[in-house]
């Protein structure tokens, strides 16, 4: 991506539209590698989801993988991103169903049923959790029988599963991988809490019930160096920061700050850790920067709201889109907010779906449609 020019304004007639598809109803975003698009959404005619390879370069359809499961239409169907290596990639449906194919073919490597394989809960409006594959394995909050399973990529069979003693659920967050004082563990926001589990082994580390929303938590934590976890959400729950302290064995955290909701919290995206300070889309939808202390720096102002849409840095600009599908590219930087340009890229309604920027090329979808956008300003 750095080494394709971006525009950093548009003319009149904006961005050059390659192209755009009709997907499934939802908010799963897509992942590019190698001139190509994954993408985990729902095929409502024949009642399956659907795990699709698409062409970057002209959004044909290359193969798609699908299984039945019946899904009804609750505020959208798919709403997670899958993850990939060059020999694996993972999706995580609607109903807790996770598969693993071969990124080049489609070809089935394993699936399973979380739901029935570990007794996880379907959380409302279905799974948001996006799949992390970390080496050689798939980390996956599973809730019920077990916290947190690890998976080998490679054979679908159980590395290690983490205790889960106070019965926490899934929630929509994703697990973040951390490390801190030579210890490689997985952070999670459950249903009760958050914890961090060992990467070596699955055992619990540290767990704190002070950080849970009772409506949906769907940021996932966001490590910002020195043992620091800012975690954030909607539903009037705000944001903190954690501190976390190793003793011996023993590991612990304890509150450094707590924002109120209009300060910062994060309903639907996760912020970003970018230029050493945290960026974000706080609940009234204004784009706003905070130092590592969690003191404002800036707001992008009541004109230019975001609602529960995406933004994607590349560099110190930053693409936002509201829910009604604008597309705005701005500069942010600790410094302060500049809006460059505007552009209608999609009709809407919810344009939810996370981005993806690869080689000039800006994906963006809707709750029905996606479409790919160049933005390097080239002819």
């Known amino acids: 991506m750095e080494s394709i020019p971006l525009a950093r304004t548009w003319g009149e007639s904006g961005p050059k539209v390659l192209w755009q598809i009709p997907v499934g109803e939802g908010f799963a975003g897509p992942i590019i590698w190698k001139g190509r698009v994954y993408l985990t959404d729902y095929d409502h005619t024949n009642q399956s989801d659907a795990l699709r390879c698409l062409s970057l370069?002209?959004?044909?359809?290359?193969?798609?993988?699908?299984?039945?499961?019946?899904?009804?239409?609750?505020?959208?169907?798919?709403?997670?991103?899958?993850?990939?290596?060059?020999?694996?990639?993972?999706?995580?449906?609607?109903?807790?169903?996770?598969?693993?194919?071969?990124?080049?073919?489609?070809?089935?490597?394993?699936?399973?049923?979380?739901?029935?394989?570990?007794?996880?809960?379907?959380?409302?409006?279905?799974?948001?959790?996006?799949?992390?594959?970390?080496?050689?394995?798939?980390?996956?909050?599973?809730?019920?029988?077990?916290?947190?399973?690890?998976?080998?990529?490679?054979?679908?069979?159980?590395?290690?599963?983490?205790?889960?003693?106070?019965?926490?659920?899934?929630?929509?967050?994703?697990?973040?991988?951390?490390?801190?004082?030579?210890?490689?563990?997985?952070?999670?926001?459950?249903?009760?809490?958050?914890?961090?589990?060992?990467?070596?082994?699955?055992?619990?580390?540290?767990?704190?019930?002070?950080?849970k929303i009772s409506i949906a938590t769907v940021a996932s934590p966001l490590y910002v160096g020195e043992g620091r976890v800012f975690l954030s959400g909607g539903y009037n729950a705000g944001s903190m920061m954690l501190q976390m302290k190793e003793d011996g064995e023993k590991w612990t955290v304890e509150t450094l700050f707590r924002l109120k909701p209009a300060v910062f919290g994060a309903t639907q995206h996760t912020p970003v850790f970018h230029q050493g300070h945290i960026f974000g889309i706080r609940p009234d939808g204004q784009f706003v920067g905070l130092d590592l202390a969690g003191k404002p720096l800036w707001e992008s102002g009541a004109e230019n709201r975001y609602g529960n849409g995406?933004?994607?840095?590349?560099?110190?600009?930053?693409?936002?889109?509201?829910?009604?599908?604008?597309?705005?590219?701005?500069?942010?930087?600790?410094?302060?907010?500049?809006?460059?340009?505007?552009?209608?890229?999609?009709?809407?309604?919810?344009?939810?779906?996370?981005?993806?920027?690869?080689?000039?090329?800006?994906?963006?979808?809707?709750?029905?449609?996606m479409v790919c956008i160049d933005v390097t300003g080239r002819d």
Not at 79 to 108: Q, W
Request: net charge neutral; glycine share 10%; with cysteine.
């Open 57 to 211: 370069d002209d959004g044909k359809e290359i193969w798609r993988y699908t299984y039945p499961v019946k899904v009804k239409r609750n505020h959208g169907m798919s709403r997670t991103v899958p993850a990939l290596t060059d020999k694996h990639l993972v999706s995580f449906g609607p109903k807790c169903h996770v598969i693993c194919v071969k990124p080049e073919s489609g070809e089935l490597v394993w699936q399973m049923d979380l739901v029935r394989q570990f007794n996880a809960e379907v959380p409302p409006w279905y799974a948001g959790q996006c799949p992390l594959i970390d080496g050689d394995h798939a980390i996956l909050g599973t809730g019920g029988d077990a916290l947190l399973i690890a998976v080998d990529c490679a054979t679908g069979q159980v590395v290690w599963k983490s205790e889960n003693p106070l019965n926490w659920q899934m929630t929509h967050a994703s697990i973040t991988p951390m490390e801190f004082k030579g210890k490689r563990m997985y952070v999670y926001c459950a249903s009760g809490g958050v914890a961090a589990v060992s990467a070596s082994d699955g055992s619990i580390l540290w767990h704190t019930p002070d950080w």
């Open 310 to 369: 995406p933004f994607l840095f590349a560099g110190t600009l930053v693409y936002l889109v509201n829910d009604n599908g604008l597309l705005t590219l701005a500069e942010a930087t600790p410094a302060g907010f500049k809006k460059l340009a505007q552009f209608k890229a999609l009709q809407g309604p919810d344009a939810w779906g996370p981005l993806a920027l690869a080689d000039g090329r800006l994906l963006i979808r809707d709750l029905i449609q």
